[in-house]
């Protein structure tokens, strides 16, 4: 039986199954459930109203008394001692993408606005507008280096060595959102004023890519952690 409120439970209007983690009783573990929607006492409270990745429909999941089957338990863990999960490495990639299509967008804008100042040619050829294009591709490479990087590792680890990963799989969170939050801020820059009308998608991209500061691992405690690995080496 398990009873409780999952709060941010991305797309669960639409989901058939919910990987649910809660403590067991009378134990020091926690466990990891399988819940599938037409279990009794399952619902959706629709609390979202994020001005951020309203697409992603994060409403709460409420389980009142849901029974479930012994098979339904995939994991536990004790906590504390969670082992790395490589597929986290989706949470940066959301934010690559949103810093992608603003590059993109401001790309093209650079490549095609010519206001009536110009006498000929658009705002490509000055180079201050292509110093911020070359800051933001150069953000978008490292982004991109780092997460294949680090997917491509996890991929070839084994057991062993997917937890020597777990600094690197925290750290690619923390650098690829801030890149992202750059990118789309000098995106912002280049188009000016034209970026913050609601028709414009950098107004979007912008409240979208601010969500990336409240996805786990908080950046804060990976820096705190990041320090301690490093002085437990020396």
Same mark, same amino acid.
């Given at each position: 039986m398990i009873s409780g409120r999952k709060i941010f439970t991305t797309l669960s209007p639409v989901l058939d199954y919910f990987v649910v983690s809660a403590r067991i009783n009378d134990s020091d573990e926690? =466990?990891?459930?399988?819940?599938?929607?037409?279990?009794e006492g399952l619902s959706i409270d629709e609390t979202w109203d994020s001005?951020?990745?309203r697409a992603t429909g994060s409403h709460d999941l409420v389980l009142d008394q849901v029974q479930l089957d012994a098979e339904d338990l995939l *994991?536990?863990? *004790?906590?504390?001692k969670k082992p790395p999960q490589g597929w986290l490495l989706h949470i940066p990639a959301v934010y690559q993408g949103i810093a992608t299509a603003a590059f993109?967008? $401001?790309?093209n804008f650079a490549n095609t606005y010519a206001p009536n100042s110009? $006498?000929? =040619? *658009?705002?490509a050829q000055f180079p201050t507008v292509q110093q911020k294009l070359g800051e933001m591709k150069l953000k978008l490479i490292q982004n991109e280096y780092l997460l294949y990087g680090v997917a491509r590792d996890w991929d070839q680890a084994d057991s062993e060595a997917k937890f020597a990963l777990a600094d690197a799989l925290a750290a690619t969170k923390v650098a690829v959102v801030n890149n992202a939050l750059d990118i789309v801020d000098l995106a912002m820059r280049l188009v000016g004023a034209k970026s913050l009308s609601a028709n414009n998608p950098l107004q979007r991209y912008y409240r979208d890519v601010r969500a990336g500061l409240h996805n786990p691992p908080m950046e804060d405690m990976v820096l705190v952690n990041l320090a301690k690995s490093a002085l437990s080496k020396l």
């Open positions: 926690v =466990g990891q459930f399988l819940v599938h929607k037409s279990r001005v951020a990745m *994991t536990k863990i *004790t906590p504390g993109e967008y $401001a790309l110009l $006498a000929s =040619g *658009t705002i």
